[in-house]
T-cell receptor, first 120, second 111 residues
Framework: NAGVMQNPRHLVRRRGQEARLRCSPMKGHSHVYWYRQLPEEGLKFMVY????????ESGMPKERFSAEFPKEGPSILRIQQVVRGDSAAYFCASSPPGFRGQGENNYGYTFGSGTRLTVV | SQQGEEDPQALSIQEGENATMNCSYKTSINNLQWYRQNSGRGLVHLIL?????REKHSGRLRVTLDTSKKSSSLLITASRAADTASYFC???????????FGAGTILRVKS
């Protein structure tokens, strides 16, 4: 079980370019979550997706950011026309179907190692 | 202030001492989790405590939860230099579908 795989690990983009971050959930997990961590801060929830559905995008900026989790393939977090303030670590997590924090899974979410985006 | 706030913000101790970090939150929860993050790395899940539990142990970790005060504490006993990291609490909120993290406590264990 390879765990949650994120790529790339590091991404450098110039202002105005597009950034695409990928997340492959753990085998058997159908829920994906994206979080952003600014320097010296905790993680902030961005979006929660299931296959082909956005369930909760309350943490997504209104413009330039989008996320998808297609039927086949990884989840993608897309940032258009990046600005320096988008520089951060972006973490993906996955959980199994029906996970609501009350099951026998004592390990909660499973996080990936993150993608560190630097906008120059 | 934001749900899942930790204190202290930073803690520096000598190897072998105990480290205690606290977390407060605002809304009702199903569970509360603690994570560790080494500098520049991903998150490592440490322990999950459910809302109907008051205390939980895992190795050198002891977590308490007081739902009446909406607070939790993480105790690391007999600390080691390798425990140097940032520690975050995270709550799942009402619907359990997303985690709300605090700003974290930076722990430095000096050898």
């Amino acid at each position: 079980n390879a765990g949650v795989m994120q790529n790339p690990r590091h991404l450098v983009r110039r202002r105005g370019q597009e950034a695409r971050l990928r997340c492959s959930p753990m085998k058997g997990h159908s829920h994906v979550y994206w979080y952003r961590q600014l320097p010296e801060e905790g993680l902030k929830f961005m979006v929660y997706l299931q296959k082909e559905n956005i369930i909760d995008e309350s943490g997504m900026p209104k413009e330039r950011f989008s996320a998808e989790f297609p039927k086949e393939g990884p989840s993608i977090l897309r940032i258009q026309q990046v600005v320096r303030g988008d520089s951060a670590a972006y973490f993906c997590a996955s959980s199994p179907p029906g996970f609501r924090g009350q099951g026998e899974n004592n390990y909660g979410y499973t996080f990936g190692s993150g993608t560190r985006l630097t906008v120059v | 202030s934001q749900q899942g706030e930790e204190d202290p913000q930073a803690l520096s101790i000598q190897e072998g001492e105990n480290a205690t970090m606290n977390c407060s939150y605002k809304t009702s929860i199903n569970n509360l989790q603690w994570y560790r993050q080494n500098s520049g790395r991903g998150l490592v899940h440490l322990i999950l405590i459910r809302s109907n539990e008051r205390e939980k142990h895992s190795g050198r970790l002891r977590v308490t939860l007081d739902t009446s005060k909406k607070s939790s504490s993480l105790l690391i006993t007999a600390s080691r230099a390798a425990d140097t990291a940032s520690y975050f609490c995270a709550t799942d909120g009402e619907y359990g579908n997303k985690l709300v993290f605090g700003a974290g406590t930076i722990l430095r264990v000096k050898s």
